[in-house]
């Protein structure tokens, strides 16, 4: 602006004074906008919450001192360092007549444009309604796969499987993973680190660096799974630590949830069904739960007629068991100071087989030994690992990993779709983990979105003293949206945490366009005197070349993390494609809309545009 009022035959300092001034108001209006975006987002609770506290406070203070450093040194650099009009170069001179040129031809659209105002205004909403059907088609989940050259593996031997049989198959899974080159290091470790079940085991796995190996992560993650099924009796179940959620246990999966009710055998058969759909949709691998049907347990059945007829009382016989596989304290002993319990029982190797308790003996009344097994029956029955409750009901958790080619949320709409399938009335199903972090991150972002937007309409009202500039003002932000989605449908990326952040990021930034615009507009009309149309006419041409200059350096601050392919640049290409696509559609859309809008709502004011407010 500064260099345009020196193109008008103004000495440098009279230039950057008036230049200066005549885009404050605009560079407040942008600048208290952004923040009006980020400051109440930073306060969230949950994970966005964590996320905007640091990346609101950094945005807000960059932008607030961008605003001292624009109004302040800026206009001190140029009043002493900029060239004279006579001074260009070449380059400068080209640019100029290019800059031109492009201000005549966007002068003649908007001139055609204010002539079909219903139909532009009319035709943008229809655009941005249909790119809103795009969100369906794009995929959706909490955080994007990233290639961190770290995964772990579960494996889970049949129930009951002692701590040998389990060693012996996860060595047999261990020699599969170490023989591939890709692998840097592992560290495997037999029995569940939470319940201690001897049937589990754990891997984890560290890979070469990225740039060392001719395979992704998560490539090598499906081959893995695919050779580990030949494995007798293993299951394997891999976990990707890059998706468990931001916040959620390092071992948690995508697909988390627990399905609650309270008849434990209605709850039992209809879990059951509920798996086997759930796996024939093809959105979930690596299925597993927590019921465990499996572990032998040994009931006795004390007869009690032969018990008494051979002298035999039910409370020695259940001393006599209780000694034999429990053990009972018998004493105490002193060692370096310190008092043991004595406690008697069976040799492990004597109390490993149900058989073994055939030869226990009990001594009846009379003073003699029979066998056990004659006063008593014995009965095998599978039974479960664990029972487990959920807010005092009966609860079976579930797990599962998202198919490859498939997204986090399309696994979940899969599993609520089987839920209403096939839950009965009083059986319904709670996601956890990663899954309910993904459900409060799409909300906490919905909402942040709404809070932003009302949020900067009330900064904006106050600044422009008006209920429709605001609303003028705020047509660019539909459009951002509009650009994101495709953006990201055309490049293949999801719509997660770090591209919904790089759409919140467009709320603060796109505005700033047609700030400059209805800024520009108000001037011309209220301080020149001009006619509505003339008005636009002359602000849209001026402010063009700013427009383009700010958006274009976004644009171009964005392009290297589109392009990255470092660690980390999954996260940070999803949010990049957003800004470029919200940017590029955002800037199209207001040169030409926003102006349209403006020439309609400029009915509703209050103020006669021929007085100078005062």
């Not at 572990?295 to 068991?321: F, N, Q």
């Not at 994101?484 to 759409?503: D, E, H, K, P, W």
Request: charged share 20%.
């Amino acid at each position: 602006n500064i260099f345009r009022h020196q193109s008008m035959g103004k000495d440098r300092v009279n230039a950057s004074r008036d230049g200066a001034v005549e885009i404050t108001f605009a560079a407040i209006a942008t600048s208290v906008a952004v923040m009006a975006i980020f400051l109440p987002v930073a306060f969230m609770e949950g994970v966005i919450g964590r996320f905007f506290f640091q990346f609101g406070v950094t945005i807000s203070a960059a932008v607030a001192l961008s605003l001292l450093e624009a109004i302040t040194l800026t206009p001190m650099r140029c009043s002493q360092f900029m060239q004279k009009p006579d001074q260009e170069s070449w380059y400068t001179r080209r640019v100029e007549g290019t800059f031109h040129k492009l201000a005549d031809f966007y002068r003649n659209v908007l001139a055609l444009c204010l002539r079909w105002r219903w139909t532009v205004v009319v035709g943008s909403i229809l655009f941005f309604v249909l790119s809103l059907g795009l969100a369906g088609l794009i995929k959706k989940e909490m955080a994007p796969p990233q290639d961190q050259s770290l995964f772990m593996i579960r494996f889970e031997t049949p129930v009951g499987s002692s701590l040998e049989f389990t060693k012996a198959r996860v060595l047999q899974a261990e020699k599969l993973i170490a023989a591939r080159p890709e692998i840097f290091r592992y560290f495997t470790a037999i029995g569940s680190f939470r319940s201690g079940d001897v049937n589990e085991g754990l891997m984890f796995i560290t890979m070469v660096p990225k740039p060392q190996r001719d395979i992704s992560q998560q490539k090598f993650i499906d081959w893995a799974r695919e050779e580990l099924k030949k494995v007798p009796e293993l299951k394997s179940f891999l976990v990707d630590l890059s998706t468990s959620g931001l916040g959620a246990s390092g071992r948690s999966y995508p697909v988390e949830f627990n399905i609650r009710g309270s008849d434990w055998e209605t709850l039992r058969t209809k879990s059951e069904e509920f798996l086997k759909k759930l796996e024939a949709t093809g959105f979930v691998v690596d299925v597993n739960t927590d019921y465990k049907l499996g572990m032998p347990e040994v009931r006795i059945w004390p007869d009690r007629e032969r018990a008494g007829k051979s002298g035999v009382s039910m409370e020695d016989l259940g001393k006599t068991i209780n000694a034999a596989i429990g053990g009972i304290r018998e004493g105490k002993f002193t060692q370096d100071g310190r008092r043991y319990d004595a406690r008697l029982r069976l040799e492990p190797g004597q109390r490993l087989k149900p058989e073994d308790l055939d030869s226990l003996q009990i001594r009846t009344i009379y003073g003699e030994l029979i066998d056990l097994k004659e006063v008593t029956k014995t009965e095998i029955i599978p039974t479960l690992q664990t029972i487990t409750r959920k807010n005092r009901e009966r609860s079976i958790s579930v797990t599962a990993n998202v198919a490859p080619g498939k997204s986090q949320g399309e696994a979940l709409e899969a599993v609520e779709s089987v839920a209403r399938e096939i839950l009965p009335e009083g059986y319904r199903i709670f996601v956890g983990g990663a899954a309910q972090n993904f459900a409060e991150a799409r909300d906490s972002l919905i909402f942040a979105l709404i809070l932003g937007i009302v949020v900067s309409y009330m900064v904006l009202a106050s600044q422009f003293n008006s209920f429709v500039h605001p609303f003028t003002v705020l047509l660019a932000l539909p459009f951002s949206i509009s650009g994101a989605f495709v953006a990201l449908l055309l490049t293949q990326q999801s719509l997660n945490l770090f591209s919904g952040i790089g759409i919140i990021l467009l709320m603060g930034i796109v505005k700033k366009n047609s700030i400059l615009l209805v800024d520009f507009a108000n001037r011309k009309r209220y301080l020149d005197g001009l006619p509505l149309k003339e008005a636009l006419l002359a602000a849209g041409p001026i402010r063009l070349r700013p427009i383009l200059m700010t958006s274009l350096s976004t644009i171009a601050a964005a392009v290297p993390p589109a392009l990255a392919f470092g660690p980390g640049a999954e996260s940070r290409i999803p949010m990049s494609i957003a800004i470029i696509g919200g940017i590029v559609v955002s800037t199209i859309f207001t040169l030409v809309v926003v102006p349209c809008a403006y020439s309609l709502f400029a009915k509703l004011e209050r103020h006669n545009p021929d007085v100078t407010p005062g």
